[in-house]
């Protein structure tokens, strides 16, 4: 089912973060949001995750409204895994990748045998099954963010938002995330992504959302949207192509 944004329009105080934004995101594929700082791409993963009231406008999963959704059932359909994810409590990394399951199971019930195949597919996933006995305090920031993501996984959501999930990994880290969220997306569900970083964007993103001042400034297949000149507009820098790839790379500030 299509996860999509009608006429949304967020304020956060007296800031209008997003105005009259449309946008559908498909199953089965990885749609990259990128847009200058402010542009408002946090704000819209949280209101597709269903955590803002917009001030007009709504947005669906398939034909029903994310809003009207009992909390479990929307935890069940939509991960959501924001920015700055914090842990409370220092727990065995096995025991935070566990609370992703928690929409799945009855109040106070044992983990079941698919509870525990999911948690343990989902550590893997991120590779942080080494790190399952270790507390979370004793883990460095790119650790805990891969155990972040694999309590995500381990909900087994039909749709994954992440905000920039990449951004304290190491670069062998993020390439195989990047692998893993791909996968994600080749079993059907749907793979939504906060990145800042276009040569990421062009490499895992079948779909993008240009987003500038709160508003859409571009949307489509990423080979059609990933433009030196939209680019340049939104970012107000100049880019150049890499031969042979969607990939591009800053070369200079535009005036304004």
Known sequence: MDLSAHALTVMLGARQALRGVDAVFRPG???????PNGA???TLLRALA???VPASGHVTLGDAAVAALPHRTRARRIGYLPQDATIHWNVAARDVVALGRVPHRAPFAAASPADRAAIADALAA???TALADRRVGELSGGERARVLLARVLAGQPEWLLADEPLASLDPAHQVDILDRLRGVAGQGRGVVLVLHDLAQAAQIADDVLLLRAGQVAGAGPAATVLTP??????FEVAVASVPGSRMMVPVGRIPR
């Open 126 to 128: 991120t590779e942080a």
């Open 229 to 234: 000149e939209l680019v340049a507009q939104v």
């Open 50 to 52: 269903g955590l803002v």
């Open 40 to 42: 408002g791409k946090s």
């Open 29 to 35: 594929h990885v749609t990259a949001i990128l847009g």
